[in-house]
């Protein structure tokens, strides 16, 4: 099954300058607690958990009722963060911090996705030529469907894989629905999600 059409969500960049190419996948970021695991609401209330400077990255950490943070990669490459009970992050990236924890493998937040991108007045510099070739390879990287590994397939020595209850499920999903409610709100929030949809249930 192709990938969702990637027209409507990249056309917004052209206001700011941007000429979108692409955006592929970087993996399902699922919660991983540093001093207790992280499933229902009720572990979230007061918890400092590092994300990344993006509304859609704090607003969840937010509306669960923790602190969102920002920690720099010199800071994380040295261990666990100081200070911190949680991140948000994917599978592989987990298995690379190499931290022990707990990994919530059945609560997808959000994938991570990496908008491949060029200025735009430079884009439009260069050749008829070269922009059909930019714009091809774009085309090859999003035409099948795109799929994550699953928290199964990393190999995590060093972390215990928990599952969120069906009723912690249904809370985190109660709790999270004003901030899925704004992001549809936007012109291209519907498409955003379908196109998440297809991340989480790519068959």
Known sequence: MAAAPLGPLLEPLRAAGIEGLALLPGGMRRPFGITGPLLGPDTWQGKVIRTHASLTGEAPVRA??????????????????????????????????????????????RPRLLLVAANQESFCRLSSAHQAVLEEAARRATADTLLLPSPIQVDLPAVRRLDASPHDRTLLHEALKPVHDQIRSASTGEKTFAYIDRFLNPN
Do not use: I
Request: aromatic letters at 4%; one cysteine or more.
């Open 64 to 109: 669960l009722g923790a602190t969102p943070v920002l920690r720099a990669a010199r800071e994380l490459a040295a261990g666990p963060p100081r200070g911190v009970d949680g991140m948000d992050l994917h599978p592989s990236a987990v298995a690379e911090r190499n931290y022990p924890g707990w990994l919530t493998c059945n609560v997808p937040l």
